[in-house]
Structure formats: structure tokens, C-alpha cells
């Protein structure tokens, strides 16, 4: 994501506070076109790297993109939505493990 100029990216542990997922990775886009091609590149990345499937939520144009791989959920935002959302407030007793501005 980091070579796609994806932004402030997040990786969350959060198996000991979810039932769902037990990592979040959480990055900003500027644009839907950048959501787009961030997610097609994670999802092509998980697939050919680890023979991975993500189940993918969204288009872009409403600024929040998921990929859901089971133990992982990435969730791609626009600044705005990010904002609006505040995920890692939201899911603040988890443990940031990585952060990349």
C-alpha cells in the first residue's frame, strides 16, 4: 500500500476485543480512483503472495473500501470518511503494532 502512496497506514492487533477479525489494517486515499487501485492491489498481493481471498465491500466512490480475509479486515478510506468513522478511536483498546505516516 505504501508503494500504491496509500496514507498513514494502520496495523491494529485486535484479537483480544473482536469476535470477527483479529488485525485491522487501516489506510488513507486521497481519491476513489486511489481507493480503487489500492484495493486491487492488495487483493492481487494476498492472492498471489499467500493464495488469499478477501471478500470486497465497496467501490470507492463512497470513500471506504474492506477487504475482509478473516483474521484480517483492511479497510481503505477516504481522508473525509476516515475522519467521520475514527476507527482506531473506535477500537482504541487494541494494540497499534505498526504505524506509517
Request: charged content about 30%; overall charge negative; hydrophobic content about 35%.
Amino acid at each position: 500500500m505504501e508503494d500504491k502512496k496509500g496514507e498513514d497506514i494502520v496495523l491494529m492487533d485486535v484479537s483480544n476485543i473482536c469476535q470477527f477479525t483479529d488485525y485491522f489494517i487501516i489506510c488513507s486515499g486521497t481519491s476513489e480512483r486511489m481507493l480503487h487501485s489500492l484495493s486491487k492491489t492488495v487483493d492481487e498481493t494476498a492472492k498471489s503472495n499467500f493464495n488469499l481471498d478477501a471478500k470486497i465491500n465497496g467501490k470507492g466512490f463512497g470513500g471506504w473500501i474492506t477487504l475482509d480475509f478473516g483474521d484480517l479486515v483492511v479497510h481503505l478510506f477516504s481522508e473525509h470518511q476516515r475522519d467521520y468513522y475514527q476507527l482506531e478511536e473506535l477500537w482504541s483498546e487494541g494494540k497499534i503494532l505498526l504505524r506509517l505516516k
